[in-house]
């Protein structure tokens, strides 16, 4: 999570400077810049929970029913990174430009209407597993909905 929230720190303090100087665009390519940076991080991490999910369990713990389970989540959750870092980087950056409303909208109906629903029912299903799963595709649908309300661009004339 650290590249996601650091660098969704920088793009929401780089936004606020430059709408309030009056710069959407500038404001805009701070933002991608900030994404671009956590989304690479953050989805090289992914490939590492993918590929090597026993070795990293390895370096935090020596318990053997965590070494057994928690490799499983770690490749559940490692494809959702790239839209964990999207969700935290343009969240944190619309927030910063004074967008407040839409992200809390967002946030909260893929929180309550997706991800909790989810989680109850494949938790019931499939145990822990459903559950990761049911967070990884919330994730995803916060991610892929914080990047069409980036992208519609109301968010820059907020704080203008």
């Given at each position: 999570f650290m590249p996601g929230f650091a660098m969704g720190m920088a793009a929401?303090?780089?936004t606020s400077q430059y709408l309030g100087l009056g710069d959407p665009d500038r404001a805009t390519r701070a933002t991608k810049l900030c994404w671009l940076v956590s989304a690479t991080v953050m989805g090289l991490m992914g490939a590492l929970f993918w590929f090597i999910?026993?070795?990293?369990?390895?370096?935090?713990t020596n318990e053997a029913s965590l070494i057994e389970?928690?490799?499983?989540?770690?490749?559940?959750?490692?494809?959702?990174q790239v839209f964990l870092a999207t969700a935290m980087?343009?969240?944190?950056a619309m927030r910063g430009a004074g967008a407040t409303r839409s992200t809390l909208l967002v946030s909260g109906t893929s929180t309550w209407l997706v991800r909790l629903p989810m989680a109850i029912v494949m938790g019931s299903l499939w145990g822990l597993n459903g559950?990761?799963?049911?967070?990884?595709?919330?994730l995803v649908v916060r991610g892929v909905a914080f990047w069409a309300l980036f992208k519609r661009g109301k968010w820059a004339e907020v704080a203008v």
């Open positions: 929401s303090t780089l999910p026993e070795q990293l369990v390895s370096l935090v389970m928690t490799p499983t989540l770690l490749r559940i959750c490692a494809p959702v980087v343009l969240s944190t559950v990761w799963v049911a967070m990884g595709i919330e």
